[in-house]
Nanobody
Framework: VQLQASEGGMVQAGGSLRLSCAAS????????MGWYRQAPGKQRELVAL???????NYADSVKDRFTISRDNAKNTVYLQMNSLKPEDTAVYYC?????????WGQGTLVTVSS
């Protein structure tokens, strides 16, 4: 399974950005898909998770601002980020679970300026 994430970018505080991550390869059934992030000097943390059935889970810091969604037909997961804050600045990684294995995307930098 290979993951291809969209490019991040730089936005001003209060702005929006949408990330996507498409999985390809010999895919049978994708289970959980999610987004993590790692800010400079900090550990990688969960941002949002979505099950195959559509159940979602969010970090408290992004609730009501970020929305995770997926398109099972395209094996793609999305992260809509609104009301961005400087503290959202980080490298964002997608992660998918498939047939008992976990796969990580290459990471994409999101920078939020104040």
């Amino acid at each position: 399974v290979q993951l291809q994430a969209s490019e991040g970018g730089m936005v001003q505080a209060g702005g929006s950005l949408r990330l996507s991550c498409a999985a390809s390869g010999n895919i049978i059934s994708m289970n959980d898909m999610g987004w993590y992030r790692q800010a400079p000097g900090k550990q990688r943390e969960l941002v949002a998770l979505i099950s195959r059935g559509g159940s979602t889970n969010y970090a408290d810091s992004v609730k009501d601002r970020f929305t995770i969604s997926r398109d099972n037909a395209k094996n793609t997961v999305y992260l809509q980020m609104n009301s961005l804050k400087p503290e959202d600045t980080a490298v964002y990684y997608c992660k998918v679970s498939h047939e008992g294995w976990s796969y990580w995307g290459q990471g994409t930098l999101v920078t939020v300026s104040s």
